[in-house]
């Protein structure tokens, strides 16, 4: 099992910055890729960006890019989401996700998750 713990969520005025840090545990899988996901009021899980853990790969939403920016840290079993310039639609519920199993989806779907973290909460006020 893998147990995959968020933190840093908070609340932030539009124009400025928070860093999502994903920290895996408890593993005995092991994931090639990980990832960000994000949940707005009303609306469905969506794809934010993820990250090959044994390449330099990475892969970002249309909508953050040039605004975010994921990195890793094999050494922690960490993963980071950099969020700059925050507009009140990014406000939403952040999970990190654990690619383990290998599949032909795309990083963007969900099916293609394997784990779940429990979700950190971004806020942007305008």
């Known amino acids: 099992q893998l147990q995959l713990e968020e933190s840093g969520g908070g609340l932030v005025q539009a124009g400025g910055s928070l860093r999502l840090s994903c920290a895996a545990s408890?593993?005995?899988?092991?994931?090639?890729?990980m990832g960000w996901f994000r949940r707005a009021p009303g609306k469905e899980r969506e794809f934010v960006a993820a990250?090959?853990?044994?390449?330099?790969?990475?892969y970002l939403a249309d909508s953050v890019k040039g605004r975010f920016t994921i990195s890793k840290d094999n050494a922690k079993s960490a993963v980071y989401l950099m969020m700059n310039n925050l507009k009140p639609e990014d406000t939403a519920v952040y999970y990190c996700?654990?690619?383990?199993?290998?599949?032909?989806?795309?990083?963007?779907?969900?099916?293609?998750?394997?784990?779940w973290g429990q979700g950190a909460q971004v806020t942007v006020s305008s």
């Open positions: 996700a654990a690619y383990v199993r290998y599949s032909n989806r795309p990083y963007s779907a969900e099916e293609g998750v394997n784990y």
């Open positions: 408890g593993r005995t899988v092991y994931p090639y890729a």
């Open positions: 990250i090959r853990l044994n390449t330099i790969s990475q």
